[in-house]
C-alpha cells in the first residue's frame, strides 16, 4: 500500500501511481489470492491440464482490465506504457508476488513481460502489428527460448541452435529446453535465440533472435520438464526440437547478429521484474509464519510458538532481511529510471543475487515452523520455495553475476592499496610530527627466567 513506501523513495512516486499502487494492493488481497485455489482446481488431473485455462483466470483479468490493471511493467519511454517508472512498478509487483495468479491476471507475467518490452523496445512494426499488441492485449501468450540441454548455456556464447539462411528464409536446427511458458496452450509465438553467424570474430555478434510461431512445421515439443516436481502446468517448461523449422527472416528481431544486444534489453528488465515479485512472496510467507505462530492450537512445551525466543528472533531476521532486500530492489529501479538498464547492471545484479537468497531464507523459517504441514500441500509454502529456487539458476545463475560482480570490484584494487599506503605514509608522519609511537600491547613485557 501506499502508506508503506519506504521514506528514502516516496518522494519518487506520483499520485497516480500511489492510488494504483493501493487498487493493485487491495485487488491481490481480495480477488487473486482467494482465485488461487480455484485456478489450481480447474487446472485439474492427467495431461489434460496442458489443454486447460481456468475461467477463475479470464474473469481476474477482466476485473484488472476495468480497473486499470494491465501491463503495469512497461515502464515510461515506451507509447504503449500506462505511465510508470521502474520504482513505481517495484512497489507494484512487490504485491504481485504474493499470489499465483495476480501476474497473468493484470498481463505482468513472465516470460510475456520480457517478451512484450523486448518487442517494444527493438521490434518492427510489422512484428508490433502481428505480435506485441495481441500480448498487450492478453489474447496470446509467448516463450523465450535460449537455454539448451546440450551446452553450458551460463555462457551464452555457446547457444548453438543453428540459424541459416536459405533466400528469403531462416532455417533453424537445434533442441531447446526450459521454455517457459511452451506448455500453455495460448502460447502461439517462441522468441529464438540461435547461432547465426559461427564465422564473426567478435563471439558476441554471432548469434540472432527470432521470432517463430508456435504451430510452425518441423517444432516438436518432447516433454514438459518438472520443478522440484511441480510440473507448473499449463505454463510449463518446455523441452523442444527445431528439425528443418522455416520462418521469413524478416522475423529477426532488429536484426542479423544484434541478439546479445537483444537478450540484454530483455533480460536486465526482468531479472529485477523477478527480484520485485520475489520481495513480496517473502513478505506472504512471513505473514504465514505469523500466523502460526499465533495459533492459540500450537504449544509446544506448553507455550504458544511466539512465546519461544528462537521463533522470535527468526521473525526478526525476516523482517530485517526483507527490508534490506527491498532497498536493493528499489534502488536498481532508481538508477534503471535515471540511466537506463544498461548503466544498472550492477544493481540489478545485486538484487538478483541478494533477494532470491533472502526469499528462500525467509520461506524456509515458515516451513519449519508449520512442521509437516510446511513441506506439504496444505500451504503455499513448498511451492513457492521451489519456484525461488529456480531465480537462482534462471536469467543467469548466480555464480556468474557474483563473478561479474567480484570482477568489476577487485578493479578497485590498485586504486583502494595506494590509497591506505598514502594514509599509512601520512600516519607515520604525523606520529613523528607529534612525537608519539603507536602503543603495542605487551611490548615492555619481560621473560621470567
Not at 494492493?25 to 485455462?53: L, M, N, T
Not at 486499470?68 to 507494484?92: I, V
Not at 537462482?392 to 563473478?403: K, N, R, S
Request: with cysteine; net charge neutral; hydrophobic share 35%.
Amino acid at each position: 500500500m501506499s502508506s508503506q513506501i519506504p521514506d528514502i523513495v516516496k518522494h519518487r512516486v506520483s499520485d497516480k501511481a500511489k492510488q494504483t499502487l493501493d487498487m493493485v494492493a487491495k485487488f491481490v488481497e481480495e480477488e487473486c489470492i482467494p482465485s488461487d485455489d480455484v485456478y489450481v482446481a480447474q487446472i485439474g488431473q492427467g495431461d489434460s491440464r496442458w489443454e486447460s485455462h481456468p475461467t477463475v483466470m479470464e474473469d481476474l483479468k477482466a476485473k484488472a482490465k476495468k480497473l486499470g490493471l494491465w501491463n503495469l511493467f512497461l515502464s515510461k519511454g515506451y507509447k504503449e506504457s500506462p505511465g510508470y517508472t521502474n520504482l513505481e512498478y517495484g512497489l507494484m509487483a512487490e504485491w504481485l508476488g504474493k499470489s499465483r495468479t495476480a501476474p497473468e491476471a493484470t498481463n505482468c507475467a513472465a516470460p510475456d513481460t520480457g517478451n512484450i518490452e523486448l518487442l517494444a523496445k527493438y521490434g518492427s512494426e510489422e512484428q508490433k502489428a502481428k505480435w506485441l499488441k495481441p500480448l498487450l492485449d492478453g489474447e496470446i501468450r509467448s516463450a523465450f527460448l535460449m537455454t539448451e540441454p546440450a551446452v553450458a548455456s551460463s555462457d551464452a556464447t555457446n547457444i548453438n541452435l543453428s540459424i541459416q539462411w536459405d533466400g528469403h528464409d531462416c532455417v533453424l536446427n537445434g533442441t531447446k529446453w526450459w521454455s517457459s511458458g511452451a506448455g500453455d496452450p495460448r502460447c502461439k509465438i517462441y522468441l529464438v535465440m540461435g547461432l547465426s553467424d559461427p564465422d564473426s570474430k567478435d563471439r558476441y555478434d554471432q548469434h540472432s533472435v527470432i521470432i517463430v510461431p508456435a504451430n510452425t512445421e518441423g517444432i516438436t515439443v518432447h516433454r514438459m520438464l518438472s520443478v522440484y516436481g511441480y510440473d507448473d502446468a499449463p505454463h510449463g517448461h518446455g523441452h523442444i526440437s527445431f528439425n528443418n523449422v522455416r520462418v521469413p527472416a524478416r522475423n529477426l528481431i532488429l536484426g542479423r547478429g544484434y541478439g546479445f544486444k537483444v537478450i540484454q534489453g530483455r533480460l536486465g528488465p526482468g531479472r529485477i521484474h523477478h527480484a520485485m515479485r520475489t520481495i513480496g512472496a517473502a513478505e506472504y510467507a512471513l505473514e504465514w509464519m505469523l500466523m502460526r505462530i499465533n495459533d492459540p492450537k500450537k504449544t509446544p512445551f506448553g507455550k504458544l510458538l511466539n512465546e519461544h525466543g528462537v521463533i522470535l528472533a527468526r521473525v526478526a531476521k525476516s523482517r530485517l532481511e526483507i527490508d534490506a532486500a527491498r532497498l536493493t530492489v528499489l534502488n536498481a529501479a532508481v538508477k534503471m529510471d535515471d540511466l537506463g538498464p544498461k548503466a544498472a547492471m550492477k544493481e540489478i545484479a545485486e538484487a538478483k543475487v541478494l533477494v532470491p537468497q533472502t526469499a528462500l531464507k525467509v520461506i524456509d523459517r515458515a516451513i519449519q515452523a508449520f512442521g509437516g504441514a510446511g513441506v506439504s500441500q496444505d500451504t503455499p509454502l513448498a511451492n513457492m520455495w521451489a519456484q525461488i529456487r529456480t531465480l537462482q539458476v534462471a536469467d543467469g545463475p548466480d555464480e556468474v553475476h557474483l563473478q561479474q560482480l567480484g570482477r568489476n570490484e577487485n578493479k578497485r584494487g590498485q586504486e583502494v592499496t595506494e590509497k591506505i599506503y598514502r594514509q599509512n605514509e601520512r600516519a607515520a608522519q604525523l606520529l613523528n610530527q607529534y612525537g608519539v609511537k603507536k602503543y603495542q600491547p605487551g611490548s615492555n613485557i619481560k621473560p621470567k627466567i
